[in-house]
């Protein structure tokens, strides 16, 4: 290649190099605003603080919901059929269904054919077992997590954590990692609520002692928001059967009431929900409505008139931070099944400056004296080397910066380890380049010889440490694949730095002259 072109190259390079990286030096410098800098290297948990969570869905009880959802399904659908049934109950993850004696319906046929299709029949004794094909069920919780997965991740954009993690880790698990948020509790009760929400009747009439066996009791619970304590629980006696579910909510705001400016959650319903609510309230008018959110009753207000315009409230003790979670989760969707937080770290900001500046001190502190080393030992060509190696650090900074990457410790141990691998191949050219020298060859040919022998030294063994760096990219989880990031970006940058840039430096300073009878080495 040409001078003049490998000069227009690097020149190239090297502008892209700092326009991608300045970014992330504004946003870094003394008094700079991380958040206020877009398109920069972003930093992880390890180096900023921030959460790190460790949570298990509950994927077996996913698999219960669904059934306990289908017996209710298939009961109403009897009613509407006029279906004469003695009783219909859960049984684990089956269904056992009991007819009258003068009762038979065709579950293989239209209407009830749908429910097959996840379930097997079997009849004994007078009754139906109706049980969930191990198939599905297996479905259903490799499903239930990569749906977890996407509650939390929109409810974690409610926080307004920049550059969160999350990754499924085995059958059952996600892991959080949250950089940068400082509070801890609004984390907490923003990602744990499984959001299912339920609307039932209440029976005025009925006490704890006296429900029926289609009863149950729910409480509401008061809270002395000042104390931070438990005051009372409210019950209700409530329907077991859920009139309408969160399902079909299509948005959830807040708004304030206009007689004492305490905000509530106004919820919208799709056009299904919408239809059924506006039914619900007009056949019952004067009832009770409890709207229930995970077991807990939030209001029970009394119906006054049908409700046709598609929206409902839940009001309730909120301070607004309270109502803005709640509406965040209820836009979320609910989880398909309970989450337990089984590991929870935090990680402080102090700790995280601390990372930082040990991080930065080791990679300052090791790569002065490898500067000065090859200075030293190598003269002018050392200083050439040197001018490769911080060309290849900014080119790790401006291509990390360019897609928005996220650094962590590891990371940065791949770019130490980057460092090291690119003086030693410049080491590897130099020293080829004196033994041509000892040989009596002549300096230019020396510089020519050295070059082209190098080469495929370099060459294999960057690319089987790259090859490496791409294995543990594609099988490593969290900080394996931030080392392995560094350390592919690294190795690519280092080849072209040690290869071109370094000969480029040696064409101009030496191989351009009429006559050249020797060179600092």
């Known amino acids: 290649m040409e001078i003049k072109l490998k000069g227009i190259l690097i020149l190239l390079v090297l502008s892209a190099a700092l326009f991608y990286a300045w970014p992330t030096w504004e946003a870094y410098k003394p008094g700079g605003d991380p958040l206020k800098v877009e398109h920069k290297v972003n930093l992880g948990l390890d180096l900023q603080g921030g959460m790190y969570l460790d949570i298990e869905v509950k994927v077996d009880e996913a698999v219960t919901e669904i059934v306990r959802r289908t017996t209710q399904e298939l009961e109403e659908l009897m009613l509407d059929n006029q279906v004469d049934y003695i009783h219909i109950a859960q049984d684990g993850n089956d269904i056992v269904l009991e007819l009258a004696e003068t009762e038979k319906i065709d579950l293989e046929a239209d209407p009830y054919d749908r429910f097959l299709v996840l379930f097997d029949k079997t009849e004994q004794n007078g009754q139906i077992r109706i049980s969930m094909k191990a198939s599905e069920a297996e479905r259903i919780r490799k499903g239930s997590v990569d749906q977890a997965l996407e509650v939390l991740r929109n409810r974690i954009d409610g926080l307004g954590v920049s550059e969160p993690s999350l990754q499924r880790q085995g059958d059952n698990s996600i892991l959080i990692q949250l950089p940068g948020l400082k509070d801890r509790q609004r984390a907490i009760e923003l990602i744990g609520p499984q959001a299912i929400l339920e609307f039932r009747l209440v029976n005025d009439n009925a006490t704890r002692g006296t429900a029926s066996a289609n009863e149950e009791v729910k409480y509401e619970e008061v809270w002395n928001r000042q104390l931070q304590k438990l ?63 995970d077991d807990k009753v939030q209001s029970a207000p009394v119906i006054r008139e049908a409700i046709t ?11 607004l931070e309270n109502a803005s979670d709640l509406a965040v989760v209820l836009r979320s969707g609910s989880l398909p099944a309970p989450i337990e937080i089984r590991e929870e770290r935090t990680v402080g900001a102090s700790l995280g400056e601390d990372s930082i500046r040990q991080g930065l001190t080791s990679l300052i502190f090791g790569g002065v004296l490898v500067l000065v080393f090859m200075i030293v030992y190598y003269k002018v060509a050392g200083l050439f080397a040197d001018i490769a190696l911080g060309m290849n650090i900014l080119l790790i900074v401006s291509i990390l910066a360019a897609f928005d990457a996220t650094l962590t410790l590891p990371g940065m141990a791949g770019i130490v380890l980057t460092v090291g691998m690119s003086v030693d191949a410049n080491v590897l050219i130099f020293q080829r380049i004196r033994e041509e020298l000892k040989s009596s060859s002549k300096p230019r040919t020396a510089i020519k010889e050295g070059f082209g022998k190098a080469f495929s030294t370099i060459f294999d063994s960057n690319i089987t440490t790259l090859f490496a760096a791409l294995a543990l990219l594609q099988f490593g989880t969290g900080p394996i694949k931030g080392f392995a990031v560094t350390l592919s970006i690294g190795i690519l940058s280092s080849m072209f730095t040690a290869i071109v840039v370094t000969r480029f430096l040696f064409d101009v300073v030496y191989m351009n002259r009429k006559q050249l009878n020797s060179i600092s080495i």
Request: hydrophobic share 40%; net charge positive; aromatic share 8%.
């Open 309 to 319: 315009g598609g929206e409902a409230s839940i009001s309730g003790q909120f301070t």
């Open 231 to 293: 005051e009372r629980k409210i019950p209700f006696v409530v329907e077991k059967k859920a009139l309408l579910t969160g399902e079909v909510i299509r948005d959830a705001q807040v708004r304030f009431d206009s007689q004492n400016n305490e905000p509530y959650v106004a919820l919208s319903f799709d056009a299904t929900g919408a239809e059924r609510f506006a039914k619900i309230t007009e056949k019952n008018k004067g009832r009770r409505l409890a709207i229930i959110l």
